[in-house]
């Protein structure tokens, strides 16, 4: 035994100023009791990352450092920086990322309470750094639930019902080793959930001990991986849930009959659903209003006809989606340096719009007939019948656009 109590996992890839910011955090707030230690997992970094860390170690901080000599990926680096821990329990640290010291020592303290069990999840907060408060919280747990060895059922009705991803854990290191992260198809903490459920009990604690920076004091409006994985991964989402079933019926500890199979499918599509009009209001959130149509059509055809996430978009949908394909097809378009928008009054609020949609800087927008060549021009008209003589004129016959080409198959 290595007489660690706790490993914090911590990977890194060329990232010092925010690996510096978390350091600082662990210097002044984590005073811990027992013994931890925190793994560094560099990828390879060619920034400052390595002075960073001797430097923290010259304050003493109990780290260990381990750097590759060639960037292995951030899947690998994830898994060795939890490999590598000596601890008892371990617990994943993103490098731009804060412990809640206090809590995360009543966790320790509850799991060597409950010797069975072999994970302890917690919802986290969403952190404004510039404030310095919580902005909200990921799901709630009204009370310490613990659930007992192979209770898929249970567990499975537990994560549905909250909306539950179990992202967040102090894992007990006994149980780690023999559990392993399926990420590409199913997305990764509902099987290593069933890989823990698999060995022993599992908790929900009420109490978080993770803050997740969402404003960061170190770069603004930094683009974050969950963030991505929000609007894109509703299927693998998904493929996590339909994973831990499997895991559940191939124990003996899920009943799967005809019956069954469908209630569990329509638990699965609804809260997978959910994720998706989720990502709906991320996509519409960016400005990028055809995937979020393309999300609308799924979660409506899903029957979720008046989800609260797609509400407050859906009157302005059809309008920002139609001038956003207008916008698309002509930054597409090789050789097309000009847009001719005919019969329109004022143009500068239209010009203005389509800018914001994502209109190049390179594409000119006029009223003018004669500026532009009509080969390398594209025409946007405002009555329907003029598209035949732009057309007749010699302009490309489909790059001359009426808003019925544009709209027509927006169906709300």
């Keep these: 035994m290595s007489g660690i109590k706790l490993s914090i996992c911590i990977p890194t890839y060329n990232r010092e100023a925010y690996l510096r910011n978390a350091l600082t955090y662990c210097r ?18 060619t920034d400052g990352t390595q002075q960073v860390v001797e430097e923290f170690i010259g304050h003493g901080l109990p780290i260990r450092y381990c750097k590759r000599e060639v960037n292995a990926g951030a899947n690998a680096n994830v898994t060795s920086a939890l490999r590598l821990g000596r601890g008892e329990y371990l617990i994943y640290l993103a490098d731009d990322d804060i412990l809640i010291a206090d809590a995360v020592a009543d966790t320790v303290r509850y799991l060597d309470d409950n010797q069975e069990v072999t994970c302890a999840h917690a919802p986290w907060f969403l952190y404004d750094e510039v404030a310095k408060n919580d902005i909200t919280k990921f799901y709630n747990v009204e009370e310490d639930r613990k659930f007992a060895l192979g209770s898929f059922t249970e567990v499975f009705q537990y994560i549905f019902e909250r909306h ?36 022993g009990a599992i908790a929900f604690l009420q109490r978080p001990f993770y803050r997740s920076i969402a404003n960061s004091a170190i770069v603004r409006d930094r683009p974050q991986e969950g963030t991505n994985d929000v609007m894109t991964s509703w299927d693998r989402y998904r493929g996590g849930l339909e994973y831990f079933l499997y895991t559940g019926v191939k124990r003996g500890a899920v009943n799967l009959t005809p019956e069954t199979r469908l209630r569990y499918e329509e638990m699965c599509k609804i809260f997978t659903l959910n994720r998706m009009a989720v990502a709906f209001r991320f996509w519409a959130a960016r400005k990028n209003f055809i995937k979020a149509y393309e999300l609308y059509t799924r979660v409506m055809w899903g029957g979720m006809l008046d989800h609260p996430e797609i509400r407050p978009f859906r009157e302005g949908l059809p309008l920002m989606v139609a001038i956003q394909t207008l916008v698309s097809e002509v930054n597409s378009a090789i050789g097309i340096n000009t847009l001719l928008l005919a019969g329109f009054t004022e143009i500068a609020a239209l010009e203005n719009l389509m800018r914001e949609l994502g209109l190049s800087e390179k594409v000119k927008v006029t009223k003018e007939l004669s500026d532009s060549p009509l080969e390398s021009t594209a025409v946007f008209v405002s009555v329907e019948r003029d598209r035949e003589y732009f057309v007749a004129l010699g302009y490309l016959p489909n790059l001359v656009f009426h808003e019925h080409d544009l709209a027509r198959h927006i169906i709300m």
């Design 28 to 45: 002044n707030d984590y005073k811990f009791s027992f013994s931890f230690e925190i793994v560094i997992c560099d990828n390879a970094s």
């Design 164 to 199: 539950i991803f179990p992202e967040i854990a102090i894992y007990r290191a006994s149980a780690l080793r023999s559990a392993w992260i399926p990420r590409d198809i199913c997305f990764y903490p509902f099987p290593f959930l069933a890989h823990f459920l698999d060995q």
